[in-house]
């Protein structure tokens, strides 16, 4: 298979596996994913200018490795929130999991054996702390914006708004007292 194919393929083909899943749960991990995505592509940077590994092919024409970091990275973070978001154990153990058979087998030795990334400078084990401590990181960014989400209980007159609101949209103690009294 053409490497270009291979790489394409990993930049969209995730993303139809988000049909699914429900809608909620794509929009309430999204900004996660999205976090994700940006830290990866802050290491990928940091990784190159230090000498740490070497990107031999990208996606034409452009210049980061966006195959894993905008397809694989976005929709496996998503996907695993789903499943484990809540269990901080469960979650860093799998992280942890999936980060090894990410670095060792599919970067290290098929995406090497293609000519596509080569570690130089860096140890796959040391690569797997460094993406782990970012797994974790990106964990707690989660836990922070879980945090800008109220919970209403539903009424006869709130049916049709959205479970989880803004903050921001939250009613002040007295109004609720005068719909309470009403």
């Not at 995730?14 to 749960?25: A, D, I, S």
């Not at 994700?36 to 990928?44: D, P, W």
């Not at 973070?77 to 087998?105: P, Q, S």
């Not at 401590?133 to 709130?158: D, K, N, P, S």
């Amino acid at each position: 298979m053409n490497n270009q194919i291979l790489m394409w393929s990993m930049l969209f083909l995730p993303w139809l596996t988000l049909f699914f899943m429900k809608k909620e749960e794509i929009k309430r991990f999204m900004p996660v994913a999205l976090f994700s995505a940006l830290t990866s592509v802050f290491a990928v940077e940091m990784g190159e200018s230090l000498g740490w590994f070497i990107y031999g092919e990208t996606t034409y024409p452009l210049r980061t490795p966006s195959y894993h970091i905008f397809g694989l990275n976005c929709v496996t973070t998503i996907w695993l929130f789903h499943f484990v978001y809540g269990n901080f154990r469960k979650y860093i153990i799998i992280d942890v999991v999936l980060n090894f058979g990410f670095i060792y087998f599919f970067h290290v030795y098929f995406l090497g054996s293609r000519g596509i990334f080569h570690e130089v400078g860096i140890t796959p084990f040391i690569n797997v702390l460094i993406t782990t401590t970012v797994g974790a990181l990106v964990y707690a960014y989660q836990m922070w914006q879980e945090g800008i989400f109220v919970r209403y209980e539903r009424t006869e007159r709130t049916k049709n708004l959205q479970i989880l609101q803004s903050e921001v949209a939250k009613p002040l103690d007295h109004e609720r007292q005068e719909d309470n009294e009403q």
